[in-house]
């Protein structure tokens, strides 16, 4: 018998069955085309989803996806029938480009690629590549997620001097905790434990190679993933001992990991940046005038705040880059015609920018 608390199955959940009598709850562990594989109070078995669901559905991301609490109806004889899907809170989309829903759906939105976590891991390697602009990126991605960020430096053990490089981090992004780790001597791993607590479900983001699958090998204490030295191809075999989507590790804790939470890029941004970059936004009250574009406007908080040092510079660069990112999602249509444009604009504001403090 399954533990369905195990699955973070929470009271709510329970409460929304009450439309539903005859349903128990779910989760999804793996989405296929037509067919889905849940987890229930009777174990693993395969769902298919209400015929009227294809006829109410308007938007891709209302299909389930992996994560997705939903209500069946269970059948002893063969798959039992998803009849809602409850509500979410926390989830990555992306554009849907597949047309794998074209056929039902009215408008092609965003394919929902994971529901319902707790953390977002966000990997970056110490000793190669290193870039805090795209760590703030994910962090900005992971606040709109509805998740919780937690910022991974990984590969510790080959870069015995790292301490400055977490405490860089720690600079330039606030209210998240940053913890430098490594899957080969240990290191750092025991600080994740507050995050590894039975019902509690991780994704990881993160370029490819910085050790997602080397961690999850690491906290599950045995070789779930196949690391990237010996897996020829990124998309496929990547798991060794089970194709599940969705993972419970033996202490009861789950993680995501499918094929799109590797393609994640800029998708609806613009409300995580408010989360990380608040203190800049902050200023901007301070600022003399109420329309100031923070540019060469006598009494701009942002330019003095610069001057005083306490907004470096690079900080405020950031912000502008990736405000400026988050426009091109903002008007989803518009994105590629504006893109460029809106580019050379940025570009022309970072160099006067770099006029204000003097230095770069
Ligand atoms: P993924 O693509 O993000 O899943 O990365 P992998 O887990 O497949 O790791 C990529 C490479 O980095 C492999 O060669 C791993 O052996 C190596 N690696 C991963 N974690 C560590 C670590 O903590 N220390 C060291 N030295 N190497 C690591
Ligand atoms: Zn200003």
Redesign the pocket.
């Known amino acids: 018998m399954i533990n369905l608390k195990e699955y973070g199955f929470t009271q709510e959940i329970q409460e929304e069955k009450k439309a539903f009598p005859d349903s128990i709850p779910a989760r999804i562990t793996e989405v296929h085309r037509e067919l889905y594989k849940i987890i229930s109070q009777h174990g693993e078995s395969n769902a298919k989803l209400k015929g009227s669901f294809y006829n109410q559905v308007t938007m891709a991301e209302d299909f389930p996806a992996v994560g997705d609490f939903v209500l069946i109806n269970y059948n002893t004889q063969g798959d039992s029938v998803i009849v809602k899907v409850l509500p979410r809170k926390s989830k990555f989309s992306r554009p849907d480009y597949s047309g794998h829903n074209a056929g039902y759906v009215k408008t092609i939105l965003e394919q929902v690629v994971a529901a319902n976590f707790d953390y977002v891991f966000i990997?970056a390697s110490l000793n190669y590549d290193f870039n805090i602009n795209r760590i703030q990126r994910y962090v900005a991605v992971a606040w709109e997620s509805g998740g919780i960020p937690v910022v991974i430096l990984?590969?510790?053990?080959?870069v015995p001097d790292y301490i400055e490089q977490v405490k860089e981090v720690q600079n330039q992004i606030m209210g998240v905790d940053i913890i430098a780790?490594?899957?080969?001597n240990s290191v750092g791993i025991e600080k994740l434990s507050q995050y590894l607590t039975p019902g509690k479900t991780l994704v990881f983001l993160?370029?490819?190679?910085?050790?997602?699958?080397?961690?999850v090998n690491t906290l599950a204490g045995e070789t779930i993933?196949?690391?990237?030295?010996i897996?020829e191809d990124?998309s496929k075999g990547r798991h060794t001992t089970t194709h599940r989507q969705l993972i419970l590790l033996q202490n009861g804790v789950m993680i995501i990991d499918t094929p799109g939470m590797r393609e994640l890029g800029m998708w609806d941004v613009k409300e995580g940046l408010g989360e990380t970059f608040s203190d800049i936004e902050d200023l901007f009250d301070k600022c003399k005038f109420s329309d100031c574009s923070h540019k060469k406007e006598p009494g701009c908080a942002v330019t003095k705040a610069i001057e005083n040092g306490s907004l470096q510079i690079s900080r405020w660069k950031n912000y502008l880059r990736l405000k400026g990112e988050a426009k091109f999602t903002e008007d989803k249509s518009g994105y590629l015609k504006t893109k460029k444009d809106w580019g050379k604009k940025i570009s022309k504001d970072l160099k006067k920018m770099n006029t204000i403090g003097g230095k770069r």
């Open positions: 990997m990984t590969k510790a053990d080959l780790v490594s899957s080969v993160g370029s490819s190679g910085v050790g997602k699958s080397s961690l993933m196949l690391v990237n030295t897996r990124d």
